[in-house]
């Protein structure tokens, strides 16, 4: 049945965490404004997590930070994979039907800072395709 999908899925995510690595700061427009940072699984880049650079920490998802100042982006990567080593997974899933998905949360001092999708039969780490085609631009000469 489709909760034998979510047990798989959530399976899945929990054999993942482990490896998820913040790979590469993605700061919005005109230097300021939020800070995103993407992370990346084996290569796929599978969303964002919000950073804070009052608390140097992961803000909650859906919560972005405005900040106008400078960032070391070493710094910010060193933070959030810290907080990556000491996340876990929410033991629930949200199924997206128009994507045939399952999208598990990944929490993080009580927080849901970042959200696995996986297929619908609980199988794949799907990519964000937008992510992906970032990483892509960023690594062209």
Do not use: C
């Not at 972005?64 to 959030?80: F, Q």
């Amino acid at each position: 049945m489709y909760w034998e999908h979510a047990v798989k899925a959530i399976t899945l995510a929990e054999q993942v965490l482990p490896s998820l690595r913040a790979f590469q700061v993605a700061r919005h427009p005109k230097e300021h404004g939020p800070i995103d940072v993407i992370v990346v699984y084996s290569g796929l880049a599978v969303d964002v997590v919000h950073y804070d650079p009052y608390t140097k920490t992961p803000s909650p998802k859906g919560r972005p930070v405005e900040y106008l100042g400078e960032i070391d982006p070493r710094e910010a990567l060193s933070h959030i994979n810290t907080a990556l080593r000491e996340a876990y997974v929410l033991r629930g899933a949200e199924y997206r039907k128009p994507e045939d998905a399952w999208i598990v949360p990944i929490a993080w001092n009580n927080m849901i800072i970042l959200h696995l999708k996986i297929s619908g039969d609980g199988g794949r780490l799907i990519a964000d395709p937008g992510l992906q085609r970032r990483l892509r631009e960023a690594a062209r000469p």
